[in-house]
């Protein structure tokens, strides 16, 4: 079983038509989203047995999102719930597609959560990112399962998919992201991410993972091993509609990937080959380039990728 820790939210997303007839701004869409709960309904698609861990609110978005999780097949056991509302992400897109978000979080659900005292039976991988790990008093208990799962001898994936408008103190957040690195098996990275962490890329997988994998959006994956190799694939073209999730997407597809190889572990990921990485970062920029032809997040289903 695959486990998938963070937030649930809504992203606002505007509708593609553009402007209304009721003034300039466009239409904002709601959407179920954050790279935690996309990554979960992702490996759902996959047909992948998951579960979330995460809070969410008793209000209607917080039913709909778990609603979403249950439809995609996900196990809810280990979601928490409480009365405070839902996060929003209000999103912006440019031209190419590329989202950029605002947060409204102060107050909200997700932010509460706290370590739970049991996990689902035969969890054999975790995967933690974006704002869970940033808001607290929400960050410092992911941060404390991440550390107990990691020990446990669980795989752990870490994807920081950061949103630099909610990281108060940057230089704190690159140093605690740095702390991290010795619980963590596979490390994933948008380009971007990599460049607002510092871009040492050899020096994070020296520091504990046994690979970094980064998204370098249209060129396609690039994965960088603890053993200093290096391998690429390139992207698959398609018309994109936007990017939301497609990050998210890839999460999935390699721990899905991983696992049917029989690698789910650290000492296997690291001596996984160029033959075996090729295997891997190739299905997941097909699952991830599916997602992008579409809107919002929207992963591909296990038949869209030849599975069934």
């Not at 719930?81 to 909200?108: C, D, I, K, N, Q």
């Not at 290096?230 to 999460?251: E, K, M, Q, W």
Request: charged share 20%; aromatic share 6%; proline share 7%.
């Amino acid at each position: 079983m695959f486990l998938v820790a963070g937030e649930a939210l809504i992203d606002l997303v505007p509708r593609p038509s553009g402007p209304s007839e009721e003034g300039p701004l466009a239409p904002l869409v709601p959407c179920p989203g954050g790279g935690p709960y996309n990554t979960a309904v992702a490996l759902g698609r996959l047909g992948d047995e998951v579960a979330f861990c995460s809070r969410l609110s008793t209000d209607g978005f917080g039913t709909a999102l778990l609603e979403g999780l249950r439809t995609a097949g996900v196990g809810t056991a280990p979601v928490q719930r409480g009365p405070e509302p839902t996060t929003l992400a209000v999103a912006t897109l440019t031209a190419s597609g590329s989202a950029g978000y605002s947060f409204y979080a102060e107050g909200t659900a997700d932010r509460l959560f706290t370590v739970p005292e049991t996990l689902p039976e035969g969890v054999r991988a975790i995967c933690f990112g974006t704002c869970s790990l940033v808001l607290e008093p929400g960050a410092s208990a992911y941060e404390e399962l991440l550390r107990q799962q990691s020990r446990a001898g669980v795989f752990t994936l870490l994807d920081p998919n950061i949103r630099a408008g909610l990281i108060a103190d940057p230089d704190a957040y690159r140093a605690r992201f740095l702390d991290w690195l010795p619980y963590v098996d596979l490390l994933k990275l948008s380009e971007e991410d990599a460049a607002w962490l510092g871009d040492d890329v050899a020096g994070w997988a020296a520091a504990g993972p046994a690979a970094v994998v980064i998204t370098r959006g249209g060129e396609g994956l690039h994965v960088t091993t603890r053993k200093g190799e290096r391998f690429s694939v390139p992207g698959v073209p398609v018309d994109v509609v936007d990017t939301i999730g497609a990050g998210d997407t890839v999460n999935a597809a390699l721990l899905h990937r991983l696992a049917a190889l029989g690698v789910l572990r650290g000492d296997a990921v690291a001596g996984l080959g160029e033959e075996g990485w090729r295997d891997v970062l190739g299905f997941a920029a097909r699952a991830a380039a599916l997602t992008c032809s579409r809107a919002g997040a929207q992963p591909p289903y296990a038949r869209e990728l030849g599975l069934d």
